[in-house]
């Protein structure tokens, strides 16, 4: 069993109610989010984070937003609005850029790494990182424990994605290290996602071994 965990965005911007783009109620997750992280780095489990990484021209950013497709301008690069929230700190990140590495050459560095892995991104989804195809089959998770914000964006994109690419592994969704911009979007989701073999679990549940399993 090859166990990963997907960390998904928690960026100051989002994380933080004084952030650019405050997912609601985020903060009260943040402890469920330091416990996953100390929990994976004592068990040498590997984290996947993916962040934004963004410059004023990307198509996400606008200054009139709709709040589906398009967003006021958050984690503008080298802003302290894109760090990482200090509880999901990173352990030796190999950062990886959306742009197309050489396949054989990221495979390699894949291999020998033996920290974290952070995947930058300019839109909601992740896979428009052109490195995570490589990333997922060096890992070759069986399971894969994701959360973060916000789950009826990013991680939706997330979510669906591995659903469509990784048929052979488990998605367990840390419900309560998750919030929603729509929280009733969210819940229509996981409904879905749920026919479609995501299992839902608490942050606990993880703390206390009960999956994976």
Not at 159 to 168: F, H, M, N, S, T
Not at 192 to 209: H, K, P, Q, Y
């Amino acid at each position: 069993m090859r166990v990963i965990f997907w960390d998904v965005d928690t960026q100051y911007d989002f994380m933080r109610s004084d952030g650019r783009l405050y997912v609601p109620d985020s903060e009260a997750i943040i402890p469920a989010l330091a416990a996953l992280t100390g929990f994976a780095h004592r068990e040498n489990i590997p984290i996947v984070a993916s962040a934004d990484d963004h410059e004023a021209e990307h198509r996400e950013l606008h200054r009139a937003p709709d709040f589906i497709d398009t967003f006021p301008p958050h984690c503008m690069r080298g802003t302290p609005g894109q760090e990482k929230i200090p509880e999901t700190t990173l352990r030796d990140p190999l950062v990886i850029p959306p742009e197309p590495d050489d396949p054989r050459a990221l495979a390699t560095r894949l291999r020998a790494h033996r920290g974290d892995f952070l995947l930058l991104k300019h839109w909601f989804d992740v896979f428009t990182n052109a490195n995570v195809g490589v990333l997922l089959d060096v890992l070759a998770p069986s399971d894969i424990v994701l959360y973060g914000v916000a789950l009826d964006v990013c991680d939706r994109y997330a979510i669906e994605g591995l659903l469509d690419r990784r048929a052979e592994a488990t998605i367990w969704l840390v419900r309560d290290a998750t919030r929603a911009i729509r929280p009733e979007q969210g819940d229509a989701l996981v409904k879905e996602w749920a026919a479609r073999g995501v299992r839902t679990i608490s942050f606990r549940d993880v703390l206390e071994r009960r999956v994976p399993s």
